[in-house]
């Protein structure tokens, strides 16, 4: 069964930053793209950051580049996300994601709060 | 950025009835559309992908079709445990887009 274990989260201050963990179990990590997906307060799903299987090539949405980055352990099946200069804006529930191909995400984690307030 | 755009917003459907969830693209993408569940408190859950093909453990009672622009996700027989928030995605192009979820209510 595939398990996606997201932690790291909790309450910072806007242009902090927060480092997300993911432990995934259940499938061949390195046999599959990775994802952050978010979902602020009461709205709708943003995907914010993806990562190749090796960890040659990753994407973010533009409302992250510059200030996410994404990256992942293959030895030990960990995917990260580290959050710099943090925003309001970046409130989220925060859901890891395996993809398949780098199409569509089949299975996800159960989510983690960021909240950036002051 | 492809826009996704779903209709309506919120559905209210008695049990037993068909509830009818449409999502339209900006551009083409061709069959490359997922659709998810979300439960209240839960993580989004992949329902269909290539805009007509169940993910593993979905019930039949869950059908997806389209192609291009326009699509559909047809909910037959609907049950109480049905009541959620239903997302597409493209995954024609990038960025990954959602359109921004129908919600499902029970009558």
């Known amino acids: 069964e595939v398990q996606l274990l997201e932690s790291g989260g909790g309450l910072i201050q806007p242009g902090g930053s927060l480092r997300l963990s993911c432990a995934a179990s259940?499938?061949?990590?390195?046999?599959?793209?990775m994802a952050w997906v978010r979902q602020p307060p009461g709205t709708g799903l943003e995907w914010v950051s993806v990562i190749s299987i090796h960890g040659t090539n990753t994407y973010y949405a533009d409302s992250v580049k510059g200030r996410f980055t994404i990256s992942r352990d293959n030895s030990k099946n960990t995917l990260s996300l580290r959050m710099d200069s943090l925003r309001v804006e970046d409130t989220a529930v925060y859901y890891c994601?395996?993809?398949?191909?780098?199409?569509?995400?089949?299975?996800w984690g159960q989510g983690i709060l960021v909240t950036v307030s002051s | 950025e492809i826009v996704m755009t779903q209709s309506p917003a919120t559905l209210s459907v008695s049990p037993g009835e068909r509830a009818t969830l449409s999502c339209r693209a900006s551009q083409s993408v061709w069959s490359k559309l997922a659709w998810y569940q979300q439960k209240v408190g839960q993580a989004p859950r992949l329902l269909m992908f290539?805009?007509?093909t169940r993910a593993t453990g979905i019930p039949a009672r869950f059908s997806g079709s389209g192609s291009g622009t326009e699509f559909t996700l047809t909910i037959d027989r609907l049950q109480s445990e049905d009541s959620a928030i239903y997302y597409c995605q493209q995954y024609n192009n990038w960025p990954l887009t959602f359109g921004q979820g129908i919600r499902v209510e029970i009558k």
């Open positions: 290539g805009a007509s």
């Open positions: 259940g499938f061949t990590f390195n046999n599959f793209s």
């Open positions: 994601a395996k993809l398949f191909g780098l199409r569509y995400f089949d299975h």
